[in-house]
């Protein structure tokens, strides 16, 4: 047989999980000179862009354009699509060893981290993650029971997600209906009776992981008050050291905008958003029902560590909150995958610049990579991951030159093509994606929509004429 990479014996990869990291993965092994390569990426939905369809806020459609960007690279001859098709349960990472040279897996993170407070069990105690899914029309979470009948809300953290959650929760109905939101997550909120949702960050407003544009579409919106209260607008001392050195000037334009709605009088407007700092959920408190009611609040202040960043240590101040919903949207983590090794701890597939590690020896495992944030943990903004994917496809090339490469017993587009069908009749083709894309789009045109979603698998299935 011909040397790996070429015409008649291209490189073959597997990806798993068709986010944006899936598809940067594909981009640099398209782009780089040296080797002929076919990828054949998979994801567990018929639907491929990940996060980008199932974790961006409906109301911020400008950054959901990124997937045209995805989809020429999709038009490449050397890629296809296997969508609705899971690994660990239509095939096994074992099997893609038998079809594929190398295999990358970029699943992300798709649950949430927990605040481990007493009472984070109770009922209206909610994973940001599966609100977001919800709203978005996530397969999974169509289903998903959210009470909307409480007229106080917490959201803990100041990240996007976080900022996301408060933004849905306190646009109006005619706001959102003119987004690719799902139609029952519209429906559900054209009834809710929030009134007042409060976003809880640990440290000040120097360290908020939100940026400037977020923090000013909250003093935009129709319906909503924005507020902070004036004291916790105030920059502590050790904050304001850091920014004179830093001179940074997102951050103080940041600080400028939280500054402006500190104290600041209601206009009037139907809802509240209050944004508080340096304050710690501890506990929360439930009724006879086992239905949460309060929230118990320690107040912080900021150290400086040895490495010069800035931390939250509890003060003896507390304080407490009428609340009815909790969202937690503190940090997020990966799910393993079967058969690849994963280090708990931290959430991520075990690995070193982007190969995965075998537990035992610390040695890289022939022919396994990963990228994302299964490979680094949830940081960043979805441009991070292009050159997190990158770093991945130097080191899975610099394996293919030294030979260092799985040896699969069927290499070839047909004998995959074959053995997926064989296991998934089912599965999505990127032309399948492609339709369904046309159908959803047209929907929306007629609502004077982005798009209307299908939201269960068994719809997009029969759309596109596979059922």
């Known amino acids: 047989m011909s040397e790996i990479g070429t015409k008649s014996n291209p490189l073959r990869v597997a990806v798993i999980g068709a986010g944006p990291t899936g598809f940067y993965t594909a981009e640099h092994l398209f782009k780089q000179k040296e080797y002929v390569v076919e990828v054949d990426m998979f994801d567990r939905l018929p ?33 296809r699509f296997f969508g609705n098709v899971q690994i660990g349960k239509d095939i096994t990472a074992s099997d893609l060893c038998q079809y594929y040279h190398q295999i990358v897996y970029t699943t992300g993170a798709q649950t949430d981290r927990q605040m481990n407070i007493p ?8 994973p940001a993650t599966e609100f977001v899914a919800w709203y978005n029309g996530h397969p999974d979470f169509r289903d998903y029971d959210v009470d909307l009948s409480h007229e106080n809300v917490a959201v803990v953290g100041v990240g996007n997600v976080a900022m996301d959650v408060a933004r849905i929760l306190c646009r109006t109905p005619e706001e959102l209906a003119t987004t690719d939101i799902a139609d029952y997550a519209l429906e559900k909120l054209r009834h809710s009776q929030v009134k007042n949702v409060y976003i809880l960050g640990r440290r000040g407003p120097a360290q908020a992981a939100f940026t400037t544009p977020e923090i000013k579409e909250l003093g935009e919106m129709a319906d909503t008050d924005a507020y902070v209260e004036p004291d916790e607008a105030e920059l502590d001392a050790l904050s304001e050291a850091a920014l004179a050195v830093s001179s940074d000037r997102a951050t103080m334009k940041k600080v400028e905008v939280i500054q402006s709605y500190a104290g600041r009088p209601s206009s009037g407007k139907t809802r509240r958003l209050i944004l508080r700092f340096l304050v710690s959920p501890v506990e929360l408190f439930g009724d006879d029902t086992g239905q949460v009611v309060a929230m118990r609040m320690v107040k912080n202040k900021l150290y400086k560590t040895d490495s010069g960043t800035l931390r939250p240590k509890a003060t003896d101040s507390f304080e407490e909150i009428p609340v009815g919903l909790v969202f937690r949207a503190i940090g997020y983590r990966g799910v393993p995958i079967p058969g690849v090794p994963f280090y708990d701890s931290w959430g991520v597939i075990l690995n070193r610049e982007g190969r995965v590690i075998d537990p035992e020896t610390q040695a890289p495992i022939t022919g396994q990579y990963t990228g994302g944030w299964i490979k680094r943990g949830p940081s960043g903004v979805i441009g991070t991951n292009k050159p997190d994917a990158l770093e991945t496809v130097q080191n899975m090339l610099a394996d293919v030159a030294a030979g260092e ?7 070839t587009r047909a004998a995959a093509a074959d053995f997926i069908a064989a296991k998934q009749p089912d599965y999505f083709s990127y032309d399948d994606w492609l339709k369904l894309d046309a159908i959803e789009v047209a929907r929306g045109k007629a609502q004077g929509r982005p798009r209307v979603k299908f939201t269960s698998v068994p719809e997009m299935l029969t759309a596109v004429g596979k059922k």
Do not use: C, M, W
């Not at 009472?119 to 909610?126: I, P, Q, R, V, Y």
């Not at 490469?405 to 290499?411: G, V």
């Open 47 to 79: 639907t491929p862009y990940g996060l980008v369809r199932y974790g961006v806020a409906p109301d911020h459609q400008k950054i959901k354009s990124v997937t045209a960007v995805y989809d020429r690279i999709a038009q490449n001859p050397g890629f």
């Open 119 to 126: 009472g984070e069990d109770l009922a209206g105690s909610l």
């Open 405 to 411: 490469i799985l040896q699969p017993q069927h290499p």
